[in-house]
C-alpha cells in the first residue's frame, strides 16, 4: 500500500532516479528557501526569538491537520483503512523502582567523579557562553564536551547555560 509514502506516484520510482533527483531537488530548494527565510532575520537566534519557527510548526501542523480531515491526506487507521473495532492498546507501566535506580546510579557517580574537574568544566562552560553572548564568535562545543566528560549531569550543563542565557520562554505566536 502506498498512502502514506507516495510511492504509487510513479511507476518505477527508482528507474534511472530521475525521481529521486526530482525529490532531493525540492527538498533542497525548500532548504535553501527556510535558510535564507531565517538568515534574512538575522540568524536562528532573532528566529526564535521572534517565535518564526513556533509560527511556522504551528501552520504547518495546521495545515496537515485539515488534509487528514478533508481526506486530501491519507493516514492509515485515521482517515483511510480505519478499523471498526476498537483495539486496545495496553498503557506502558514503568518499574517504580527505575526512579530510585537512577538516583542512585547519579549520586554514585558525582561521589565517584573528580570533583574539582567538574566544578572547573562548568565554570569554563559558564565563562564560554558568557563570551558567546557578547558576540565573541566561539565555539562552545569543546567546553560543553569537557564539562561531559568530567562527568557533569545534564541539570547542571544546563544550570550553568541558564546563568548566563536565562529561561527559555517561549513567545505567544498566535
Same mark, same amino acid.
Given at each position: ?12 520510482? !527508482? ?7 526530482? !525529490? ?11 535558510? #535564507? +527565510? ?9 528566529a526564535i526569538d521572534s517565535g ?6 504551528? &501552520?504547518?501542523?495546521?495545515?496537515? +491537520?485539515?488534509? *487528514?480531515?478533508?481526506? #486530501?491526506?491519507?493516514?492509515?487507521? *485515521? ?5 471498526? &473495532? &476498537?483495539v486496545e492498546i495496553p498503557l506502558f507501566k514503568g518499574d517504580p ?5 537512577? *538516583? %542512585?546510579?547519579?549520586?554514585? $557517580? ?18 564560554? %557562553? ?7 564568535? $566561539? ?5 560543553? !564536551?569537557?564539562?561531559?566528560? %568530567? ?5 547542571? $550543563?544546563? %544550570? ?15
Amino acid at each position: 500500500m502506498n498512502n502514506e509514502n507516495c510511492i504509487g506516484h510513479t511507476v518505477d520510482p !527508482l528507474a534511472g532516479s530521475y525521481y529521486l533527483e526530482s !525529490l532531493t531537488t525540492q527538498i533542497e530548494e525548500k532548504g535553501r528557501y527556510w535558510y #535564507e +527565510q531565517v538568515q534574512n532575520m538575522g540568524g536562528a537566534k532573532a528566529a526564535i526569538d521572534s517565535g518564526y519557527y513556533l509560527k511556522e510548526m504551528a &501552520k504547518g501542523q495546521y495545515q496537515n +491537520q485539515k488534509e *487528514i480531515e478533508s481526506g #486530501e491526506r491519507k493516514v492509515v487507521g *485515521i482517515n483511510t483503512f480505519v478499523l471498526n &473495532k &476498537k483495539v486496545e492498546i495496553p498503557l506502558f507501566k514503568g518499574d517504580p523502582k527505575g526512579e530510585a535506580k537512577q *538516583i %542512585a546510579r547519579l549520586n554514585k $557517580i558525582r561521589q565517584r567523579r573528580d570533583k574539582a574537574r567538574a566544578t572547573r568544566s562548568l565554570d569554563e562552560l559558564s565563562k564560554t %557562553a558568557e563570551k558567546k553572548a557578547k558576540g565573541e564568535e $566561539i565555539n562552545m562545543v569543546p567546553a560543553m !564536551l569537557e564539562a561531559v566528560r %568530567a562527568y557533569a549531569t545534564e541539570g547542571e $550543563i544546563f %544550570a550553568a547555560l541558564r546563568k548566563v542565557y536565562g529561561e527559555y520562554r517561549p513567545p505567544a505566536v498566535f
